[in-house]
T-cell receptor, first 111, second 114 residues
Framework: GENVEQHPSTLSVQEGDSAVIKCTYSDSASNYFPWYKQELGKRPQLIID?????GEKKDQRIAVTLNKTAKHFSLHITETQPEDSAVYFC??????????FGTGTSLTVIP | GAGVSQSPSNKVTEKGKDVELRCDPISGHTALYWYRQSLGQGLEFLIY????????KSGLPSDRFSAERTGGSVSTLTIQRTQQEDSAVYLCASSLAPGYYEQYFGPGTRLTVT
């Protein structure tokens, strides 16, 4: 089955700096890549997603890039704010059936 | 409207006992997923239901795990003869349909096997 690796496991940045989280996947048939944010004690929530027919997608301060050839995708958060502090999970899916998640990145934004 | 709900929120059980975890998806959502989240780990896919189709059970870790979804709505995850390694948070999610749709997660059930 699919194997998703996520790095780094922890990330600390100063407020206002950018944060980048990277994921790799193993199954070239995967074609949908969502990112979820999980704040402490809360349930995961979708923040952005990308399909394999595009290379980049942006939503305000958040962007995701996809390199199908290398089988990796990344989350970019610019102008980080303390409320961005959370655990971020990447996932890969073939057509939105099974979803395989990475192990998470704990992001801390230092005021 | 109401989100995904799960019950119980916490469950402590003795090793060897059976447990049932319940998930109420968002009304009208045809796809339902179960995941397991162990401490410091990501979300491990367990099982997926789509409407009245046969579920995708490929993620279930052993035959002690089973799940059903009655009437295309409520789902129950059953773990028989629980083991300490089953201790985790069990998350349920639903989406409008399978495919490129957002999954809405429930609050989870924290299972502790003593």
């Amino acid at each position: 089955g699919e194997n998703v690796e996520q790095h780094p496991s922890t990330l600390s940045v100063q407020e206002g700096d950018s944060a980048v989280i990277k994921c790799t996947y193993s199954d070239s048939a995967s074609n949908y890549f969502p990112w979820y944010k999980q704040e402490l004690g809360k349930r995961p929530q979708l923040i952005i997603d990308i399909r394999s027919n595009v290379g980049e997608k942006k939503d305000q301060r958040i962007a995701v890039t996809l390199n199908k050839t290398a089988k990796h995708f990344s989350l970019h958060i610019t102008e980080t704010q303390p409320e961005d502090s959370a655990v971020y999970f990447c996932a890969a899916s073939i057509g939105g059936n099974q979803f395989y998640f990475g192990t998470g990145t704990s992001l801390t934004v230092i005021p | 409207g109401a989100g995904v709900s799960q019950s119980p929120s916490n469950k402590v059980t003795e090793k060897g006992k059976d447990v049932e975890l319940r998930c109420d998806p968002i009304s009208g959502h045809t796809a339902l997923y179960w995941y397991r989240q162990s401490l410091g780990q990501g979300l491990e896919f367990l099982i997926y239901f789509q409407g009245n189709s046969a579920p995708d059970k490929s993620g279930l870790p052993s035959d002690r795990f089973s799940a059903e979804r009655t009437g295309g709505s409520v789902s129950t995850l059953t773990i028989q003869r629980t083991q300490q390694e089953d201790s985790a948070v069990y998350l349920c999610a639903s989406s409008l349909a399978p495919g490129y749709y957002e999954q809405y997660f429930g609050p989870g059930t924290r299972l502790t096997v003593t």
